[in-house]
């Protein structure tokens, strides 16, 4: 059999890498701007139950709702500040809470209302849109897109994304690249040349090849190092991958990790995603070393659970939830936001924790000192409707 | 009925072979005959099927028995008894074989059924009411689901298909039915459990009227209520009026149970939420959204709707609706192969449907994992809502690396003695540009041109 020497793709059906995919983990996006400051934003999807990560132990009312999940001591969490305890599954950030590099926005919920969709839910936290029905902004872009075409100098490699899927945060006008750490493509330039011309005419595939002959010869995407960090913990790959291109040109990163929807076995499931959470967190921080103390995580859920556990020892769609931040940057140890509690009167239709603020408010303050985005325009483009009132500031 | 339908929409328009099969089915192949038309697609979808036996897999029964085996072998680990762990090793390869195999028959009737569409509709409903495998134990049902709830019930009603994908051991595990209790009922009240919201949520969300709908949470909670009862034990779903919560529920306005348990009140509610308005609306759109637009006409969907309202929401009525309608005959490229689709129809473009019967378990962990590298687990979507109908969530550039390198490959290793010339006008229709026309004629090896034809838009699309 005659094999061409001028292969047209060195490939063959066997390849090199397989990962068994996890519903914990979908993959991510990258951007980059031109300033020393990085945020990585992580979407939480399924909606995490803030009040079993960050729990209300001082609530006297908490034992009322919860019998089979524990909190506080006897789920030996940690106290941060005599009210609030972390879950034990995110004690390896206790560290960084004692370095003021860990604080939540806490009883904080986006506009979105009452149906309790996740899917409305997670596509209208990455829109940041404002209808309370969840109707997206007539543009369907992501806020993070936004803010990328509010800077200057924002080119192609400002927005770098990372992952098979596309996360809505950073779909938009703005230029977006993206790539996933379990990728290669590996062609001649005679082969790049002849598909070039087979995606001329459709610009989908034409703009996603772009970007795949680019980056697959620039990232050393399947190298062994990194499938073996796949294999290990796909966080810890994707949180490591991020790092990457924030050590580069990169600025801003965002992927998700799943898993937060715990209609059941609350304490069983939910440690699975926190440790994927606590442990993209501490990646990026080994990973980032000195850029450590220039960057922001912000780790945000469509929406929080139902005060009370359900009949099957977990916890059913809610409203207000809570924001984690980390980071070098951040003004840490804190709790922001007011505690609504958790009286039957208090809550969200005798149901939900009450959200006292908006989850947008804290993002915005964060990109506002972050990337030194003025306030009018946080208000209008990037977070439309959004009042941004006396909200604290959380950058350092 | 469909001669009744036919008369009444006037002339059916004409569609062609590669549209009917590609938009429809699972494309074309030199060597595996298909239908030419709609009528004799529809007439054969109300036929038996001979794959059913030729590629039948384990019952739910047999899969329970050998979960229960599972759980006695565990139980014996637990107390250190001779060969338990060797046993639970033997028995867990064999349920990961019994999955493997579960997505082989899956892909190879895929590849070899003359009726692409049956394959399709059954890929579509099985999203539709979409069980994702987050385990073992639901990905073994899952198996059973595919065939049981859903292949057997795509030419009855929609109402079928909703209550046996409602009541199917699969679903019941997968959005923990099974362990929700009436908070009032007889064992709720002994064992102080209650009420899990969620298959009642995604039911309405997702399953039938759809999240913009005008159910509210106060529905939601109502139909938990009312779903209580279904439960899953040795024999599978089975209701267990211990744990169903007496009294009425008020769902949608109308009321339903009473002071006795019974199946049928849930039955009486699945039924009236098939023939809601929203819920023909948001099926119709569904439909639409998947073979034909992602932005599909008013008129095709209306026209969807109207069928599905005035046939009772039988299935074969909606689909002749739909396969008739202008839309449906219209030029293809709107919307981008799911990587399964984009799979099988490789493998049949190549002529390899019978082959794909006989690879090694090896071959298939290769097309399982390259197909997760476009972006699609089969069975295992990320969440309840199944897999997207964008072509841009499935085109970027790492999937489309994906897409690339797995086709480049299989032309590579099946493709040196096939002519891409005469192939690619066999397996696409005549609106092929000129550029790939040519592009497939012009490399140094047939094969290159076979990988050219393969990865092209034109074969990615439909």
């Known amino acids: 059999m005659s094999i061409s020497r001028r292969k047209l793709l060195k490939s063959s059906l066997a390849f090199s890498c397989s990962i068994a995919a996890s519903p914990l983990i979908t993959p991510m996006v990258l951007a980059s701007v031109p300033t020393n400051n990085r945020l990585v934003v992580i979407i939480l999807r399924g909606g995490m139950d803030a009040l079993d990560v960050l729990q209300p132990y001082g609530d006297k009312n908490l034992s009322l709702y919860r019998k089979n999940i524990k909190f506080g001591e006897a789920a030996g969490a940690h106290d941060l500040n005599g009210f609030f305890a972390l879950n034990r599954h995110l004690g390896d950030l206790m560290p960084l809470w004692k370095n003021g590099q860990l604080a939540f926005a806490n009883a904080v919920a986006t506009p979105y209302r009452d149906k309790r969709s996740h899917f409305d839910g997670q596509d209208f936290l990455e829109n940041g849109g404002f209808a309370k029905n969840g109707s997206l902004t007539s543009a369907s872009d992501g806020w993070l897109n936004r803010m990328i075409s509010l800077m200057p100098n924002s080119n192609i490699e400002t927005a770098f994304s990372v992952g098979r899927q596309r996360l809505l945060l950073l779909e938009g006008q703005a230029k977006t690249s993206s790539w996933s750490p379990d990728s290669s493509l590996d062609l001649s330039d005679e082969a790049k040349r002849l598909l070039e011309k087979l995606f001329k005419k459709d610009q989908l595939f034409a703009s996603a090849a772009k970007m795949a002959f680019d980056l697959s010869g620039k990232i050393d995407g399947t190298a062994d190092g990194n499938m073996n960090a796949i294999r290990a913990s796909k966080a810890e790959a994707l949180a490591n991958f991020a790092a990457q291109r924030l050590n580069e040109e990169t600025r801003i990163a965002a992927f998700s990790i799943g898993g937060f929807d715990t209609h059941r076995n609350q304490s069983n499931n939910l440690p699975r995603a926190l440790n994927e959470l606590s442990s993209a967190i501490l990646t990026l921080k080994k990973s980032l070393g000195a850029n450590w103390d220039k960057t922001t995580i912000l780790a945000m859920s469509e929406f929080g659970r139902t005060v009370a556990e359900n009949g099957t020892n977990g916890t059913d769609h809610g409203t207000g939830g809570a924001m984690l931040m980390a980071g070098g940057a951040i003004k840490g140890a804190k709790i922001y936001g007011k505690w609504a509690g958790l009286d039957e009167s208090d809550l969200y239709q005798r149901r939900d924790l009450m959200p006292t603020g908006d989850i947008r408010s804290y993002a915005a303050s964060a990109i506002r000192d972050i990337f030194s985005i003025e306030k009018s325009a946080i208000e209008s483009t990037i977070f439309p409707s959004l009042d941004m009132g006396n909200v604290a500031k959380i950058i350092i | ?273 098939a023939m809601h308005p929203e819920t023909a609306n948001h099926i119709a759109k569904k439909l639409a959204t998947h073979f034909i637009s992602e932005n599909p006409s008013k008129h095709l969907v209306a026209t969807i709707k109207q069928a599905y309202l005035q046939s009772c929401g039988d299935l074969m009525t909606i689909y002749e609706a739909m396969l008739t309608h202008e839309d449906s005959a219209k030029p293809m490229g709107g919307k981008v192969k799911w990587p399964s689709e ?98 497939v004629g012009d490399t140094e090896s047939k094969w290159e041109g076979l990988a050219l034809l393969l990865i092209s838009p034109e074969f990615n699309r439909r």
């Open chain 2, 1 to 273: 009925m469909l001669i009744y339908l036919r008369a009444k929409l006037g002339k059916i328009m004409a569609i062609s072979k590669p549209i009917l099969n590609i938009r429809f089915g699972y494309g074309l192949s030199p060597n595996e005959p298909a239908f030419d038309n709609v009528a004799d697609i529809l007439a054969d979808l109300k036929k038996a099927d001979p794959l059913d036996n030729k590629l039948a897999r384990p019952s739910l029964k047999e899969r329970i028995n050998l979960y229960e085996r599972l759980r006695k072998a565990r139980r014996e680990e637990k107390q250190n008894k001779s060969n338990a762990t060797r046993n639970l090793k033997v028995i867990r390869k064999k349920m990961q074989q019994w999955v493997a195999e579960d997505i082989k028959a899956f892909m190879v009737r895929a590849a070899i059924s003359k009726n692409g569409f049956r394959e399709r509709l059954v890929a579509f409903w099985a999203d539709n009411f979409t069980v994702s495998g987050r385990n073992l134990e639901i990905m073994l049902a899952n198996g059973a689901y595919t065939n049981e709830a859903i292949r057997a019930n795509i030419g009855g009603k929609f109402s079928d298909l909703l209550k046996a994908s409602a009541t199917h051991t699969a679903m019941l595990l997968f959005l923990d039915q099974h362990v929700s209790i009436g908070p009032n009922s007889v064992a709720g009240k002994n064992r102080k459990k209650g009420l899990n919201e969620n298959l009642a949520r995604e039911i309405l969300e997702l399953h039938t009227m759809g999240v913009g709908a005008s159910y509210t949470q106060v529905d939601v909670r109502e139909f938990a209520k009312l779903l209580t009862g279904l439960s899953v034990g040795k024999e599978g779903f089975h209701f267990n009026p211990r744990i169903s919560e007496p009294g009425k529920k008020t769902i949608l306005g109308k009321t339903y149970g009473g002071a006795k348990p019974n199946l049928r009140h849930i039955f009486q509610f699945l039924d009236d939420l």
């Open chain 2, 342 to 439: 984009y799979v099988i129809s490789a493998i049949r473009a190549l002529g390899l449907g019978n082959e794909l019967a006989n690879v090694t378990a090896k071959d298939l962990r290769n097309i399982h994992s390259s197909m997760i590298l476009m972006g699609q687990d089969l069975f295992r979507p990320a969440g309840p809502d199944g897999w997207s109908e964008k072509a841009s969530y499935w085109i970027n550039p790492p999937s489309l690396a994906a897409r690339i390198n797995w086709a480049g490959g299989l032309a590579f290793e099946y493709g040196q003695e096939l002519d891409p010339r005469i192939l690619i006008s066999q397996v696409l229709d005549d609106n092929v540009s000129k550029e790939l026309l040519y592009a």
